[in-house]
């Protein structure tokens, strides 16, 4: 199908956005395939959710257009499947037969919009666009917090130590004398641990101690 050999051409290019689409109407699957190719956006295209999860997420920015009512497990149910397994994929619902219950039910559950057909594209594409963007900013934070956590793997407990006391907005005579210890050893530990996390700034390194969650 043509939505399958797009989806194998997306697949190889992570850096694209990817849109998921779940579907089980065939025409709707290739009408959304064709927008988003249109804009410059990869589909990976599923008549089932049992299909979506057997096959790899992207790697890259991407969003689930995910219809309601599916053969098999439902839209729902995919939900809360992908919410059990950590996935944070941002999901847009489509369905034919909303009612304020079930929309409510998924949008408590996480989802960033419910789009009853028929929708217009525009609709739609500005709700993509909102949910790459989000999806974006959550892959940007989370490669930082890998980073600094990283980082912080070089802390010496008495680094540490004097790291929560930064935390806790206390001043290095206050640290000092928490901890037993002089004013000038505060500030040095202090100094070793800004250049073991790279801080640039004092605002840069409560930031990054917050990333640490000491």
């Known amino acids: 199908m043509l939505s399958e050999a797009r989806a194998a051409t997306a697949s190889t290019t992570p850096q694209r956005p ?5 579907d089980d109407d065939p025409d709707i699957r290739d009408s959304l395939t064709d927008m988003f190719d249109s804009v410059g956006m990869g589909t990976m295209a599923y008549g089932t959710t ?18 309601l009512r599916l053969p098999g497990s439902s839209g729902l149910e995919l939900q809360t ?8 994929i941002p999901i847009i619902f489509i369905t034919g037969y909303a009612d304020v219950q079930t929309s409510v039910r998924a949008m408590k559950a996480g989802a960033l919009d419910f789009l009853a057909k028929p929708f217009g594209e525009q609709e739609l594409l500005d709700a993509v666009s909102d949910a790459l963007r989000r999806d974006g900013d959550r892959r940007n934070a989370q490669r930082e917090r890998n980073s600094v956590r990283e980082l912080g793997q070089q802390l010496t407990v008495r680094e540490t130590d004097v790291l929560r006391g ?4 206390l001043l290095n005579k206050q640290i000092a004398f928490e901890l037993g210890i002089t004013e000038v050893t505060v500030k040095m530990h ?10 640039i700034s004092v605002a840069d390194m409560i930031r990054k101690i917050e990333l640490l969650e000491l």
């Open 18 to 22: 990817i849109i998921l689409v779940v």
């Open 50 to 67: 049992a299909e979506m999860l057997s096959a790899p997420l992207p790697d890259g920015p991407s969003c689930l257009v995910l219809d």
């Open 81 to 88: 499947h992908l919410a059990s397994q950590g996935v944070h």
């Open 166 to 169: 930064v935390a806790r907005g």
């Open 190 to 199: 202090r100094s070793s641990a800004g250049k073991k996390l790279k801080s």
